[in-house]
C-alpha cells in the first residue's frame, strides 16, 4: 500500500536516501540505502564499520520512541562520516541499525585511506568499541543482499 | 382456522387480498430474489473490508514516520488486525453459504449447481492465495491475530524533492504461524518464508471473482422471473389503492382477526427499484 508524506518534523532522512522500517515482535531495524545507480558510480570496494550501541531502552520506554532516538544518532553521524570521506570520493551507501548495533558500509576506492581516516575520529559516546573491516563484496552485491 | 392472505402497508391502513396460489408464488419470488441478493451483498462486504484494510494500513505506515503515543499506535494496529479478521470471516461467510443460495434460486437444477462446485474445486486447486485466505479463517478465528510484522520504505518522489513516497507491506510469517496443528498443514508446508497480505488479497480476489461472475451467471434468470412477478403484484397494489408500494408486506393471517399472523415478510425491498441491487457490485 502506497502513500505519501512530506518528512517528518522530527528529523528530515537525508537527501538521495531510500529507507526501510522494519517492524516484527520486539523487533525493529532501521536502514537508509543510498541509490543503487549512484553507489555504483563510487567504487568497487566496501568498507564495513560495526558500531555497538551503549544507550539502551529505560524501563518501561516505548520500543518505538528508543529506535526513533537510535535513527536520530545514527543520522548525525552519517552526515559527520560523509563529510569527513567525501575528500575521498567516497560515501556511505549503507546504513543498517537495530537495538543492539549500528552498521555503517562505506562505498570506495581506496579502503585503505578511509580506514585510516576512520580511525582518527573520536567514537561518540553512544557507541562502545568500533570494529572496521574491508568487505569482500562489492557494495552494489552488499545493497542488493540486504534487500533480500 | 381460515387462512388470510393479503399484501398490507405497515400499520394496516391499506390491504389487498389474495388468494393462496398467489401468496405461495410470491413467497417463492422473496425466498429467490432474498438469495440471490445475499450472494451480492456478501461480494460487497468482502469489497468494502478490503478497503477498510487499505486506509488502516497506510494510516499504521504513516504511524511510523510519527512520534504517536503507544496508546495510539496500538489503536491503529487493532484496526488493521479488525479489519484483516473482518476481511476473512466475510469470505467465508460468502463461500460456505453460497451453494446454497444458489440453490434456493434454482432448486430443481443440479446441473447448475454443480458447475459451481467444480469452479470453486478448482480455484482451491489452482490458487495458492484461495487455499491460503481458506486456511486463515481458523487460524484467525482461533488466534485472533493475523498480520505478524510489517515493512515501511520510502523512496523520494520524483517530482518533489520535499516529499517521499512510503510503501507498508504487511506480511504473515511461516515462523509465528506455528506448525501442523495450528495451522492447515498443507497450506503450511507450500507457504513461502512470508506472505504479503495485499498480494495475497488481490489474488485471492481474482478467484473469488470468477466464483462470484458465475453464481451471479447462474441466478439471473432465476431473479429476472422472480422480480417480473414482483413488480406485477406490486403495480396491482398501486394501481388497486393509489398509493405508493413501499415498506409493503406479504401477510398469512389465521381466523377472524387479520392481527393473528401466522407468517410475514417484506417484498418492497426486493424489487428492482430497490437501490440495493444493481448489476455493478
Given at each position: 500500500m502506497e502513500f505519501t508524506a512530506n518528512t517528518p518534523i522530527s528529523r528530515s532522512f537525508p537527501d538521495g536516501y531510500e529507507t526501510l522500517y522494519r517492524v516484527s515482535y520486539n523487533y525493529r531495524s532501521f536502514a537508509l540505502l543510498l541509490d543503487a545507480l549512484a553507489v555504483k558510480s563510487i567504487g568497487n570496494k566496501s568498507v564495513e564499520l560495526v558500531l555497538p550501541w551503549c544507550?539502551?531502552?529505560s524501563e518501561g520506554e516505548e520500543i518505538d520512541i528508543h529506535v526513533l532516538r537510535l535513527i536520530d544518532y545514527a543520522i548525525a553521524l552519517l552526515h559527520e562520516l560523509n563529510e569527513k570521506i567525501n575528500h575521498l570520493q567516497s560515501k556511505v551507501y549503507l546504513l543498517d541499525l537495530d537495538i543492539n548495533r549500528c552498521v555503517f558500509r562505506i562505498a570506495t576506492e581506496q579502503?585503505?585511506?578511509v580506514i585510516t581516516t576512520l580511525q582518527s575520529m573520536p567514537c561518540p559516546e553512544v557507541f562502545n568499541l568500533?570494529?572496521?573491516?574491508?568487505d569482500t563484496s562489492n557494495p552494489t552485491d552488499i545493497r542488493q543482499q540486504f534487500i533480500g | 382456522m381460515d387462512s388470510a392472505y393479503c399484501i398490507q402497508s405497515p400499520g394496516n391502513n391499506v390491504l389487498m387480498p389474495l388468494e393462496e396460489e398467489q401468496f405461495r408464488e410470491l413467497k417463492r419470488a422473496k425466498k429467490r430474489l432474498s438469495s440471490a441478493y445475499a450472494i451480492r451483498h456478501k461480494f460487497r462486504l468482502i469489497k468494502t473490508n478490503y478497503a477498510l484494510i487499505a486506509n488502516s494500513?497506510?494510516?499504521?505506515?504513516?504511524?511510523?514516520?510519527?512520534?504517536?503515543?503507544?496508546?495510539?499506535r496500538q489503536d491503529i494496529k487493532n484496526q488493521v488486525n479488525a479489519n484483516v479478521s473482518?476481511?476473512?470471516?466475510?469470505?467465508?461467510?460468502?463461500?460456505?453459504?453460497?451453494k446454497r443460495h444458489v440453490q434456493a434460486c434454482l432448486p430443481q437444477d443440479r446441473v447448475?449447481?454443480?458447475?459451481?462446485?467444480r469452479r470453486m474445486e478448482i480455484e482451491y486447486q489452482r490458487s495458492f492465495a484461495y487455499r491460503f485466505i481458506d486456511s486463515l479463517y481458523d487460524y484467525i478465528s482461533y488466534y485472533g491475530i493475523s498480520v505478524h510484522s510489517v515493512d515501511v520504505s520510502g523512496k523520494l518522489s520524483l517530482n518533489n524533492t520535499d516529499e517521499r513516497v512510503y510503501e507498508i507491506k504487511a506480511y504473515i510469517e511461516r515462523a509465528y504461524l506455528g506448525g501442523p496443528t495450528d495451522f492447515r498443514a498443507s497450506v503450511l508446508k507450500e507457504m513461502p518464508a512470508r506472505v504479503e497480505l495485499i498480494e495475497l488479497l488481490d489474488a485471492y480476489m481474482e478467484s473469488l471473482g470468477r466464483i462470484y461472475d458465475l453464481a451471479c451467471k447462474i441466478t439471473?434468470?432465476?431473479?429476472?422471473?422472480?422480480?417480473?412477478?414482483?413488480?406485477?403484484?406490486?403495480?396491482?397494489?398501486?394501481g388497486v389503492n393509489g398509493t405508493r408500494a413501499d415498506?409493503?408486506?406479504v401477510v398469512h393471517s389465521i381466523g377472524d382477526s387479520p392481527d393473528k399472523i401466522y407468517d410475514s415478510f417484506p417484498i418492497s425491498m426486493y424489487s428492482a427499484q430497490a437501490e440495493v441491487y444493481d448489476n455493478n457490485p
Open positions: 544507550i539502551y531502552r579502503p585503505q585511506a568500533p570494529q572496521i573491516k574491508t | 494500513l497506510k494510516s499504521l505506515g504513516y504511524s511510523y514516520l510519527t512520534e504517536l503515543t503507544s496508546e495510539q473482518n476481511y476473512i470471516l466475510s469470505a467465508r461467510t460468502f463461500t460456505a453459504q453460497l447448475e449447481v454443480n458447475r459451481l462446485t439471473d434468470e432465476a431473479t429476472e422471473q422472480s422480480q417480473l412477478l414482483l413488480r406485477e403484484f406490486l403495480n396491482v397494489f398501486e415498506n409493503l408486506f
